[in-house]
Antibody, heavy 124, light 107 residues
């Protein structure tokens, strides 16, 4: 079955850039949106953004829009997150997920596959 | 941004009893609502999409209802593995938004 695995540094210094990768196994990235979601310690879920598998369409949370970018590399079967100018408020568990939807979002079957999450701490 | 409000924040239920969780949207999201279950240290798990359609492999004791701004997740007879935090999420408008969660705990 489809599995997602996040990877990247667990510690990032303030003002630097957080970079994470989500590697997809068990299937090719050949359809749907691919999302990033985060969860600060002891808090709820925050959607960061997602990208359509072709890379043609991206949506970001306006609360992060100026600092975030998501890209996809279908040749390597992975997608990535970059978050610039991080602060302590960006400390969280970061999840990647498959957002099973058509490009126009008319057909949508939910975020049905998730990675296990990776903890990122922002600290000097 | 559509604000999703879940109630109650905590629900204390005995095993075998029925649990009813509520989710309200600040504006209509039609039926574009999903429910997720999250256990400590784990990723969320999709339970329901389209407000009422169970995801693959989800037991029939989980059911969703509602449309517009008012939604309900019902667990008909709580099993030990159902004690967790439940989140609703709308996908009618960007940004996608989650509710704050309802923790279902053992009474």
């Amino acid at each position: 079955q489809v599995q997602l695995q996040e990877s990247g540094p667990g510690l990032v210094k303030p003002s630097e850039t957080l970079s994470l990768t989500c590697t997809v196994s068990g299937a090719f990235i050949s359809a749907y949106y691919w999302s990033w979601i985060r969860q600060p310690p002891g808090k709820g879920l925050e959607w960061i953004g997602h990208i359509y598998y072709t890379g043609s369409t991206t949506y970001y949370n306006p609360s992060l829009k100026s600092r975030v970018s998501i890209s996809v590399d279908t040749s390597k079967n992975l997608f990535s997150l970059r978050l610039t100018s991080v602060t302590a408020a960006d400390t969280a568990v970061y999840f990647c997920a498959r957002d099973k939807a058509s490009e126009d979002y008319y057909y949508n079957y939910g975020m049905d596959v998730w990675g296990q999450g990776t903890t990122v701490t922002v600290s000097s | 941004e559509i604000v999703m409000t879940q109630s109650p924040a905590t629900l204390s239920v005995s095993p075998g009893e029925r649990a009813t969780l509520s989710c309200r949207a600040s504006q209509s999201v039609s039926s574009k609502l999903a429910w997720y279950q999250q256990k400590p240290g784990q990723a969320p798990r999709l339970l329901i999409y389209g407000a009422s359609t169970r995801a693959t492999g989800i037991p029939a004791r989980f059911s969703g209802s509602g449309s517009g701004t008012e939604f309900t997740l019902t667990i008909s007879s709580l099993q030990s593995e159902d004690f967790a935090v439940y989140y609703c999420q709308q996908y009618n408008n960007w940004p996608l938004t989650f509710g704050g969660g309802t923790k279902v705990e053992i009474k």
